[in-house]
């Protein structure tokens, strides 16, 4: 099963990968964990992204679609992947084409008023890093966190003026990307809003048929 997951911000993309993958037993391969692992590797694509990414600039499509070719010859990903973070732009997706044969490329839809309640909702503990939510799962005492009983604080970017750029800057990059795949058919739309469980099932009732 090869499969590509587009979603926004806060669509539960990372959570449905990880039951994906035990279900189908093939791996969920994400950009920004090839991007750390071959830095830490010191591998000479990691050499090249580390010094790119610390001069604060993207990082070019031939590094990352040569990234994603190598994590692709792994015996791992020999029955198939999830890839979250990949293609980016046309010109990673013309790469893909050539490289693998896409089952489903699953768009997880959820408007901009259930994201920013569902980023904006965070709160953390600034010394543990455990999370909460005001909504979904918030501590026992309202702003205080459960083990340390320290004040929790809200991300600068889980503020919703942030979450809305964040969002604008998804939308402009991915809307080519949704039509580049509509118009081959590979496209499927998951409503994200529902519980995790329930997205999930969807996901396998969809790319199955």
Known sequence: ????????????????ASEAKNYF????????????????????LGKQVKVIL?????????????????RFLESDAQNGFILD??????????ALSEMKALDAVVNFVLDRDQIVKRLSG???CKST???YHIHYNPPKVEGIDDETGEPLIQ???????????RLSVYEE??????????????????????APEKVFAALIKTVQK
Do not use: C, W
């Open 173 to 194: 990059q991915t809307e080519p990307l949704i039509a580049y795949y509509r118009e081959k058919g590979l496209l499927v739309d998951i409503d994200a809003s529902p």
């Open 122 to 124: 965070r709160r953390v």
């Open 85 to 94: 973070g990949f293609p980016r732009t046309i010109a990673q997706a013309d």
């Open 155 to 165: 991300r600068e970017d889980d503020k919703p003026e942030a979450i809305l750029n």
């Open 54 to 70: 610390a001069a604060g600039d993207l990082v070019p499509d031939s590094i990352t679609i040569e990234m994603v070719k190598q």
């Open 1 to 16: 099963m090869n499969l590509v997951f587009l979603g926004p911000p806060g669509a539960g993309k990372g959570t449905i």
């Open 129 to 131: 890093g455990k999370t």
């Open 25 to 44: 037993g093939i791996p969920h391969i994400s950009t920004g964990d090839l991007f750390r692992s071959h830095i830490k590797g010191h591998t000479d």
